[in-house]
């Protein structure tokens, strides 16, 4: 996925027919259009039918190529909105090589008021365009349009079905064969039968001989039936019966791991910490509808999310590795998270052209997925319009606020194992709770105090990496700075609706090796004279300017990266229903918004919105399969 995105301009044929001029077709006809793609794709491949008369499923997944203008979702959920039962939700996966800019698609449903009940809720989630996966969640979690954004031949290949039984219904859609013969290959549809049902249905508006032939080759059943209107015939394919694997083997073919054990519907959940992670996965989950438990020792956001001002940005590499991969869905989805909470930010962050820390972000950005909307170059660096800073206390007692969370005050102790789920316990032995399952979202404490007691837990490569900032008076010309200037360190504007102070806020030291006594004023001389360094406004500033300083821990892994998934022994044995949301290093505001929401799929058996080489690097018992694999372990049967 190391490619940019080209952003298609929509222009129209007569007011309301959308014609892409790449392709020199139309997205759908003005007229009829809506009638002819419910008939095509809604009724022929069963859905339609399905949303009315299955109560008793709990999960519809549909699958398409591609999402174009998005016309087919937005029947798909409306009408799966109408028909289903609340309990009922619907999972969307589509991909899309060239998608239409934002405003492009506000323009065109503006000409249709009939779809505007749904086209709203897009228009409002639609992502920047960067490369891979977006995880959009739709009537308030009930639909999740997990939308790809690149080659369907690349995308199909890396989405990870992580027990979920697959995708039933397929709509192929690729603009005609004749124009678009690339989405028609038959390696896109033996991609698509390994992430389907078996007997999947899918439809096309298309009958053309070549892909009959291509389909027919693969196991695939044609069956035609009349076309819509004027047009002689269209098809349904029935997808091969053979059962999709869902088991996923690593590279190293010896080694087999199992799905864990996924919740089930009544289940519930207690989540071990009240920082951005846990308030982030108990948000997730309560979306899902599972009521979720918040157990914090302290107070919500107690410690290193309690910083009262933090920043969300990108973290780019020359060559985009998983770091930066990682970062940057991250920071798609915290921008949709923060829309939807109305959590108040302060946008703008510039990046000084001398960084100090050998990254070329100017070359970086050019070989980087980001769109070029996304910055502006500068003489004093690279400015960032859409990143920025935010209050994280205030983000975790937001997230934290949903009628499916309770927050109970106390320290878990023990987590001691019943036939189904765990009771927990504080360190006099009283019982805190009963519950299913239990996400371990503490953060360094279980590094620096191990109050918890769990040979597992300790067992986990982590470190405990202490960090400091310092809140500093303005001067006069200090107020004038409007964004927060960014190069290895940051120092914040004043931002009296986030802060709740007239400070700017100097951060933010990393210190991983010995901690000294008097350490806290070591790093506040330290920040001052970066601060001092960084922009004349502030070479006045001595330590009388120094207002306060907070101290915090970051939860680090060997690889920089957060652990999402079940609890696992070393010798890779499943813990079932304990997880981990752990490691969120010095990135805790993007990384906990996405993680969360892969951990939350993982847990409930959905599909993960996530690319499968990127999720090798993010999985929780990647550090025990590295392992393994050096020392060419004998073949291992898990679970
Ligand atoms: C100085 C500093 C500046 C930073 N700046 C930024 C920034 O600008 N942007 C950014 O994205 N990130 C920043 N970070 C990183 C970010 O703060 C962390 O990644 C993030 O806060 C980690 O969140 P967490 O929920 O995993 O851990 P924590 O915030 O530490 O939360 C864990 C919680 O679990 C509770 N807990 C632990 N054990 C138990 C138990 N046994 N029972 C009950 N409760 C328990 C703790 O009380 C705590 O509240 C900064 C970090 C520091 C230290
Ligand atoms: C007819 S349009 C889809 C209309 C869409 N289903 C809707 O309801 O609006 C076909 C889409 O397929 C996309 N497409 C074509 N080839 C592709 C490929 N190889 N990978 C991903 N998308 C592709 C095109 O860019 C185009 O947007």
Partial sequence: MDKRITPVRLEFQETRTPYSPMFKDVYFQAEQGIEESTYIYLNGTGFSEACKNRPEQKQFTVGEIGFGVGLNFLLSYRHFLEHSKPDQKLTYLSVEKYPIHLEDLVSLYSRFPELSSVSKDLLDQYPVLTPGFHSLSLSGGRVKLILMLGDAHELFPQVELAGNPGIEFWYLDGFAPSRNPDAFQDTIFASLSRISFPNACGASFTTASWVRRSLESLGFKINKRPGFGKKRECMTVLFPTAKPEIQKKSKNAKIIVENPVFLKSGDSIAVIGGGLSGTAIARALANRGFKTTIIEQESIAAHASGNAIGMYNTQLSRLPNPISRYSQLSLMHLIRELKELSIVTKKGILRLEDSGDGADYTEALLTSEYPESFYEKRDEGIFFPECGMLNPKKLCETRAQHPLITIILARAAQVEKQKYGFVLKNEGGSEILRCDHVVYATGASQVRDGFLKHPMLSELPLKSIRGQVIYVEPTSESEKISCALVNSGYITPLAPEI???????????????????????????????????????????????????????????????????PLYASELTLQNQEWLFLGMGSRGITFSSYGAEILASLMCGEILPVEADLWEHLRSQRFILRKLKKTSAPVKKLG
């Fill in 499 to 565: 802060t709740g102070s007239r400070n700017h806020c100097v951060g933010a030291t990393y210190q991983a090796k010995t901690v000294l006594d008097d350490q806290e004023k070591i790093d506040s001389v330290k920040l001052l004279e970066e601060a001092r360094q960084k922009h004349p406004a502030f070479s006045d500033l001595t330590e009388a300017s120094i207002q306060s300083t907070r101290t915090g821990y970051r939860l680090s892994t060997p690889d920089k990266l957060p652990m999402i998934g």
